[in-house]
């Protein structure tokens, strides 16, 4: 029986939109043009910031609203240092988190321990310090939990060296080459912000209640592992080592789409045209290749092969729905020429995104309002 129907009620069942098209914050953080492919991040295009500024400059844009000079610059990256310092003190005190078996479980278990901690606030310090200890903390947690996975002990952070850098070590047990940390850098840059994406808008929401920032970055992280938003990067290498070759990758992605079976990548909920974050990080690793790393240039030959068949395809399927290469295409194949595991894709994913959840939340608490959205009831009504 129709429910608008059944026992009289007057509601009418309409299909859920995902809030697509509702607005539901002023944000002066980012902004998302899915028609034209771009990305601006406090006033600037991303080609413009993604390689060519570092991590911590991009936590300045989006924590105090201006590119650093070279003495806030090194304020941020001290912050975030201690961030990831105070994190790996208290890895003895963790019990059980680090064994999960998932990155992102392991993440968010972490992450919960640290809302008890007074050292992680920043009395008589600028409001940014706060959000900056809280972002070294995931890098320090992620790189524990994939050294525990591998077998190892976590590593002790380094506070003389920035973030990207201290990360790749931290992760692979020893320096990594320059050009990798570059690499790292500009995708930490690329994922930082991206307007009121899912998990964005979960840490939001519990920054509205009235809770603390911790909360809201453990709760972004639940959003951020769906493999509808960020748990989507590891499968894409899987499919490109399937793939094998070049020469391979129409035949398999024909088959694929015969077997009813998504391309991982390509699509994006907001774009039309490709995301100009693939772009960006395609131009990482191309200058990876082009310094020597080892597998980036087959891989990147791979990929570009793959996209393209990819793309083709999918247009002879769906003319009316354009579905191009996402943030997840390249991300692959940079993480993995930058010697991270792809367990660990996700949380990466989050030690870059921990900086624009903890700009969003900061300005939702300048906003004050409680968010509450409406729904509309299509359920049997009493007689």
């Known amino acids: 029986m129709d429910l608008a129907k059944q026992n009289g009620a007057q509601h009418v069942a309409t299909k859920s939109s995902g809030l697509d098209g509702v607005v539901v914050a002023d944000t002066a953080l980012s902004e998302v043009d899915g028609e034209r492919g771009r990305l601006i991040v406090g006033g600037h295009d991303i080609e413009a910031l993604a390689g060519r500024v570092g991590f911590e400059d991009l936590c300045a844009l989006l924590w105090t609203g201006a590119l650093p000079d070279a003495a806030t610059r090194s304020a941020i990256a001290e912050a975030l240092a201690e961030g990831r310092l105070l994190a790996f003190e208290q890895i003895p005190s963790l019990g059980e988190a680090l064994v999960a078996e998932d990155g992102s479980s392991a993440l968010m278990a972490c992450m919960a321990h640290l809302g008890a901690r007074a050292a992680w606030r920043s009395e008589g310090k600028p409001a940014w310090v706060e959000l900056a200890r809280v972002t070294g903390a995931v890098a320090t947690f992620a790189a524990a939990w994939a050294r525990r996975r591998a077998g190892g002990a976590p590593i002790a952070p380094d506070k003389s060296l920035r973030h990207a850098a201290d990360f790749l070590r931290m992760v692979r047990g020893a320096a990594a080459p320059e050009a990798a940390a570059r690499a790292l850098d500009a995708y930490l840059v690329t994922v930082a912000d991206h307007g009121m994406n899912a998990s964005t808008f979960t840490a939001r929401v519990v920054a509205s209640t009235g809770s603390d920032l911790v909360s809201a970055i453990v709760a972004a992280i639940g959003a951020l592992k769906g493999p509808l938003h960020g748990g989507a ?3 894409v290498l899987d499919m490109l080592d399937a793939i094998g070759e070049p020469s391979r990758a129409a035949a398999w992605i024909t088959a ?3 077997a009813g079976r998504r391309i991982m990548g390509m699509g994006h909920r907001i774009y039309r045209v490709r995301d100009p974050r693939a772009a960006v990080l395609e131009r990482a690793i191309a200058e990876l290749e082009r310094d020597g790393s080892a597998g980036a240039g087959a891989r990147l030959a791979l990929a570009r092969a793959t996209e393209r068949a990819a793309e083709t395809l999918l247009a002879e399927r769906h003319r009316d729905r354009p579905l191009k290469a996402n943030v997840e295409f390249y991300t692959a194949v940079l993480l993995d020429a930058a010697g ?3 367990e ?10 921990a900086a624009g959840w903890c700009a969003h939340v900061q300005e939702q608490r300048r906003a004050g309002r409680l968010i509450r959205p409406a729904s509309r009831y299509v359920g049997p009504v009493p007689a």
């Open 233 to 235: 990067p590891g499968p």
């Open 256 to 258: 694929e789409l015969g």
């Open 340 to 342: 991270l595991p792809r």
């Open 344 to 353: 660990l894709f996700t949380p990466t994913f989050a030690v870059g995104r």
